[in-house]
């Protein structure tokens, strides 16, 4: 019998590296040197996925990952196997590091982090205005497709709307869209516990009290940009949320050396692709979408959230000190009148106290 999840197919993240040139402020990434698979192990194993289930999306990440000197051929193996291939980068590495002609494919798109006006950005992305914008601008001039991507602080949430009018006005020269999207910052302490029984790559803490946006204020921010009418950048976010959309495709993701988890920011894990095979990997997926309970919650359904594996979407339910993910979504304004908002069964079960370290908001 085949599973509905199973006929929507897979989405897989490869953390390639933990390496960066950049020490931004709020990244969940521990810098610390470790195993990185090879590019012949990941082109056998995205072949492995691929010979058994349709992978709509892969995502290369990092650290950095245009750091590797072997992104050419990683990319060239996502591309082989996948619908779509995208590239994450803090642009804080020359776009010519990529190699001649990859950055042109259609199916691939370079996914550029940038958190708001000079200042802001510099103070949160460790002085990397100049050098991101070099990266976009190079990637414009030789035909890339681009999305740009910022992480939502309350050092930034104010001055969004502004800044992207002024990127507009700097893009308004090009032939085709760019595309824009937000995440909010996560609350590391909140995915701490989560993921397998075993460990992969920490995760880097930081304190997060304080500095995480209140619901409705990124709901808000959300509904503005859905609406609102750009020249060139075009608005590529289908939930206010920070999410990896696990209701919608199930997604497997990879630490540097293969510890594969379904939550790209748990940093526990549930083996490692070099001691199971894609197949193993995909009956642990199976079983655990079987039981997520996202596809019959009316904040799904109503299109407000596009599900959460964890059901913490990234650390705001623990951040925020809610009781669960449908709290969160009737917190900033969706409310289901379903009554119990609770954190639902299907989600993995948060060790007592865990998650919940994190300070109340002042104000709160
Ligand atoms: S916390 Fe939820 S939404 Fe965020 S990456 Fe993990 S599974 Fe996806
Ligand atoms: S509110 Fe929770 S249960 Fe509902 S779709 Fe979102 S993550 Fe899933």
Redesign the pocket.
């Known amino acids: 019998m085949t599973l509905d999840h199973q006929e929507r197919g897979l989405a897989l993240d490869l953390a390639l590296t933990a390496r960066c040139p950049l020490r931004c402020r709020f990244c969940t990434v521990e810098k610390r040197p470790g195993d990185e698979l090879p590019a012949e192990e990941w082109r056998r194993v995205l072949a492995a996925f691929a010979a058994v289930r349709r992978i709509r999306r892969i995502s290369l990440e990092g650290g950095e990952p245009l750091l590797r000197p072997d992104i050419a051929p990683i990319a060239g193996a996502g591309l082989a196997c996948a619908d779509r291939v995208k590239i994450v980068t803090g642009g804080g590495v020359p776009f010519e590091t990529l190699p001649e002609g990859l950055a042109r494919n259609p199916r691939l798109t370079l996914e550029v982090s940038v958190d708001g006006p000079r200042d802001r950005h510099d103070y949160l992305r460790d002085a990397s205005f100049e050098a991101a914008w070099a990266f976009i601008d190079a990637a414009r001039a030789q035909g890339a497709k681009l999305r740009l991507r910022s992480v939502l602080s309350t050092f930034n949430i104010g001055v969004l709307d502004e800044w992207l009018d002024a990127v507009d006005r700097h893009l308004a020269h090009l032939p085709s869209p760019v595309g824009y999207r937000f995440d909010t910052l ?1 609350a590391p302490e909140a ?1 701490e516990p ?1 993921g397998g029984p075993h460990r992969r790559h920490p995760l880097r803490g930081y304190p997060s009290a304080g500095r995480v946006p209140p619901p409705e204020e990124v709901v808000a921010l959300y509904e503005r940009l859905r609406t609102r009418r750009f020249r060139r950048l075009r608005f590529e976010q289908t939930e206010p949320f ?5 209701g919608r495709l199930p ?1 497997v ?1 990879f630490d540097p050396a293969g510890r594969f988890s ?5 940093p526990r894990s549930f083996g490692a692709i070099r001691e199971v095979s894609a197949a193993a990997v995909l009956a642990i997926l199976d079983a655990q979408m079987s039981a997520l309970p996202c596809r019959s919650c009316a904040h799904f359904t109503a299109a407000r959230c ?10 705001m339910v623990g951040a925020w000190n809610l009781p669960g993910c449908r709290a969160l979504l009737d917190a900033a304004g969706g409310r289901t009148g379903a009554g119990d908002n609770r954190c639902r069964p299907g989600h993995p079960a948060i060790p007592p106290n865990a998650g919940r370290q994190v300070e109340s908001h002042p104000g709160t």
């Open positions: 996560i995915l989560l920070r999410g990896c959309g696990a997604l993701s379904f939550c790209c920011e748990a596009d599900g959460c594996w964890t059901g913490q979407k990234c650390g």
